[in-house]
């Protein structure tokens, strides 16, 4: 069975600092994607960045990029420039080629400080 | 809808009662999903539904859970003799596909049961 692994509970960053958070998986299988979805205190859950992994090149998304390495199954969000409003839950996802559920890690809480 | 919807936002109910938590997806999508959410943990998958017909129902803990979609659009998530356990958010989530590689899911803001 795939699982998905956020050993860092909580992360704490300066306003304008870049900060990473990181993601590790397991699975047996060679093509799947890899997602970040973070979750404000409103609950709802919004797609950060994605990842086929087919790709060899990391996902950018304004001042959001991944580092995808596939052979350490590891799978780590970088915000660059971070904002009050980066604050949030985030969570990684994994979701096998061809099928429909994503199978989520437990969050890391991160905290934006002025 | 601009987004997914789920009623109500949060619900308190006493164990072993019934509750019933509706999705409305986003319009047109064809696939709708289900998730709980635990405190202090990632949503779990519960539930998917291609069009009217629940394609993979493997997440669902035991019998007490059901989830209807007659039309293809709205869904129900219906929880038979709720116990305490059952505590959680309970996420819907939509996509206009199923699968491929453009696939996205557009989560609700859940709702939040409490059963006490």
């Known amino acids: 069975a795939q699982t998905v692994t956020q050993s860092q509970p909580e992360m704490s960053v300066q306003e304008a600092e870049t900060v990473t958070l990181s993601c590790t998986y397991d699975t047996s299988e060679s093509d799947y994607y890899l997602f970040w979805y973070k979750q404000p205190p409103s609950r709802q859950m919004i797609l950060v960045i994605r990842q086929e992994a087919y790709k060899q090149q990391n996902a950018t998304e304004n001042r959001f990029s991944v580092n995808f390495q596939k052979a350490a199954k590891s799978f780590s969000l970088k915000i660059s420039d971070s904002q009050l409003g980066d604050a949030a839950m985030y969570f990684c996802?994994?979701?096998?080629?061809?099928?429909?559920?994503?199978?989520f890690g437990t969050g890391t809480r991160l905290q934006v400080f002025p | 809808g601009a987004g997914v919807s789920q009623t109500p936002s949060n619900k308190v109910t006493e164990k072993g009662k019934y509750v019933e938590l509706r999705c409305d997806p986003i319009s047109g999508h064809t696939a709708l999903y289900w998730y709980r959410q635990s405190l202090g943990q990632g949503p779990e998958f519960l539930i998917y539904?291609?069009?009217?017909?629940?394609?993979?129902d493997s997440g669902l803990p035991n019998d007490r859970f059901f989830a209807v979609r007659p039309e293809g659009s709205v869904s129900t998530l219906k929880i038979q003799r709720t116990e305490r356990g059952d505590s959680a958010v309970y996420l819907c989530?939509?996509?206009?596909?199923?699968?491929?590689?453009?696939?996205?899911?557009?989560f609700g803001p859940g709702t939040r049961l409490l059963v006490l």
């Open positions: 996802a994994y979701r096998r080629y061809n099928t429909d559920k994503l199978i």
């Open positions: 989530a939509s996509s206009s596909e199923t699968g491929g590689v453009q696939e996205t899911q557009y």
């Open positions: 539904f291609q069009g009217t017909g629940a394609a993979d």
